[in-house]
């Protein structure tokens, strides 16, 4: 499901990416927000409505998520960024510390190898750091006035009315019903992903414009998602 909802939506971009802005940097962080989930801000109102079971869906579908976020994102994100005019180093990509960790993760649960309590602890702990060094991030890039309108207002259009478009063809087409069904529509319209501003920076593409679409994205979300939830 991920994977479909991510490349249908690049599907949808693709066709006028030179077009939104004439800058391929500006275009590539609109086409990056698009691509990219927030599913974090989703977890509280997933938990309101459907409990655990809610929890345990967006978390199965945000393992193929970051795994396409640190892959076929971050190699759209090379295509334009750094002046490499169209030339992506994959070998950049299995070299990022996410994709080790997916890649370990995977083998320790496939081999049942036990952790001890103390790592949970730790990871715990440097989670709650890191969204403290997120916020900051933001805060360090954003500024109290959107210089484009245009584009920070198509790019959450897209990723949240697009991707719950996305959404309703897949699970139409799936044959996906009932909570599942409202579970996945929902996931499909998340907001913008801070990892948008990340793969930005990494990739030495518009920061600036990043952190407008990330902060107001994320600032909409408390009115968006319940909207969605309405009508879902």
């Known amino acids: 499901m991920g994977l479909l909802v991510i490349l249908g939506n690049f599907l949808l971009t693709r066709p006028y990416f030179r077009k939104v802005s004439g800058n391929d940097k500006n275009n590539t962080v609109y086409l990056l927000s698009t691509l990219i989930l927030n599913t974090s801000l989703l977890l509280p109102f997933v938990q ?5 079971e809610g929890i345990a869906t967006v978390l199965l579908f945000d393992i193929s998520h970051v795994v396409l976020v640190f892959t076929f994102s971050y190699w759209v994100a090379m295509h334009y960024g750094n002046g490499r ?3 992506a180093p994959i070998g950049k990509i299995l070299r990022l510390p996410p994709i ?3 890649f370990l993760g ?3 649960n496939v081999l049942s190898i036990p ?3 103390f790592v949970y602890k730790i990871a715990g702990i440097a989670t709650k750091a890191l969204i403290v060094l997120m916020m900051t991030a933001l805060g360090l890039f954003f500024e109290f006035r959107l210089k484009r309108f245009r584009l920070v207002a198509g790019a959450i259009l897209q990723r949240c009315l697009g991707g719950l478009l996305i959404g309703f063809v897949v699970t139409w087409a799936l044959g996906v019903e009932g909570i599942y069904r409202d579970m996945l529509l929902l996931i499909s319209a998340a907001p913008v992903g801070f990892n948008t501003l990340v793969l ?3 990739e030495n593409l518009d920061r600036e ?4 679409i990330v902060t107001t994205a994320t600032l909409l979300a408390v009115i968006i998602i319940p ?3 309405i009508f879902i």
């Open 48 to 52: 309101a409505r459907w409990g655990d």
């Open 200 to 202: 930005t920076d990494l």
């Open 100 to 102: 080790w960790g997916i």
């Open 115 to 117: 952790v001890p309590e």
């Open 85 to 87: 005019e169209g030339k």
């Open 106 to 108: 995977i083998i320790v």
């Open 227 to 229: 909207i969605i939830l």
């Open 209 to 212: 414009l990043a952190a407008e």
